[in-house]
């Protein structure tokens, strides 16, 4: 962060940055637009579930959201790959980004589970179905990344050490998908299964509406985030140069 | 409404709020970046004025 450019007095860092194709403003808008088509689509267009009746319609946000997630998380492991590979200043900043959005998405999964699971099996949650307990683990151990983050001074030692981890976190990802599949009693529903999703019509309908507005909004979220975040270290290091 | 209905409609309010309240942290966090950059321009302003008090050093 405190490197400077070789062609001036200002910091690298003040010198890079990204240029999107969509601004933000619109992208903001078009999030906004889609999530409320999709929570239209939820409650007044997609038909009861035969055998679950009113409370799956919790699905077409919690399903969404957990794929998000799983999203993010890649995405911050990509990203880590990218600054571990090419040295790229930006690629660290991107990969917290996007892992710190992970954990709110997962957070939102284990809300909204709960919640389905307070209705369907009489419980907030349940320590023996492996689904629920390895989406845990891999949350916690993305949240256990800010623990590490910020337990080393800011540089290349602490954006090194966090890159490692997040890249060794993806691992988990494809475990947690498949452990549905792999498990032995089947509790939690599986909505895709080895011939494409268990679900056709308004409800397909509804969640590729949903799964879309769920990443658009993600998206918009990490840009939002990244704008402020790159902000406010151009302003320490405008501070440092300054002073 | 039914059972079903309360927590169903519980699950989105979640949704809706934990995106909510990641907008106002972030709304927050933008309005502080803003007052240090009052604070850099206040301070970039000063500095001109200082620099004519300051006698030039003369050959």
Known sequence: ?243 | MSTAEKYVTAAYCVVLALVAAYVVIIALKLQRLERDVDELAGRVEQEPEAAEREPAAVG
């Open chain 1, 1 to 243: 962060m405190s490197r400077r450019s070789a062609s001036g007095d200002l910091p690298q860092s003040l010198e890079v940055g990204r240029t999107y194709r969509i601004p933000l403003p619109a992208l903001a808008a078009f999030s906004a637009v889609l999530v409320t088509v999709a929570a239209v689509l939820v409650f007044f267009v997609a038909p009861n579930d035969a055998d679950q009746g009113f409370s799956q319609r919790i699905f077409y946000f919690h399903v969404s959201i957990a794929l998000t997630a799983y999203a993010c998380f890649a995405a911050g492991a990509w990203k880590a790959l990218v600054h571990l590979w090419k040295r790229d200043p930006r690629a660290d900043l991107e990969s917290y980004v996007a892992v710190h959005q992970g954990v709110i998405f997962g957070s939102l999964v284990l809300m909204t589970g709960s919640i389905w699971a307070k209705i369907s099996w009489g419980h907030w949650w349940l320590w023996s179905e492996n689904q629920l307990v390895l989406f845990l683990v891999l949350f916690l151990f993305y949240a256990a990344y800010f623990m590490l983050r910020y337990s080393v001074d800011p540089g290349p030692q602490r954006a090194n050490l966090s890159a490692v981890y997040a890249l060794f976190g993806v691992v988990l990802i494809p475990v947690s998908f498949l452990a549905i599949r792999l498990a032995q009693h089947f509790i939690h529903p599986i909505v895709f299964t080895r011939h494409g999703p268990s679900f056709g019509g308004w409800i397909l309908v509804t969640y590729c509406v949903a799964q879309v507005a769920m990443l658009v909004l993600a998206y918009t979220l990490y840009r939002v985030e990244l704008a402020g975040k790159r902000l406010d270290a151009r302003l320490r290091e405008l501070k440092e140069v300054l002073a």
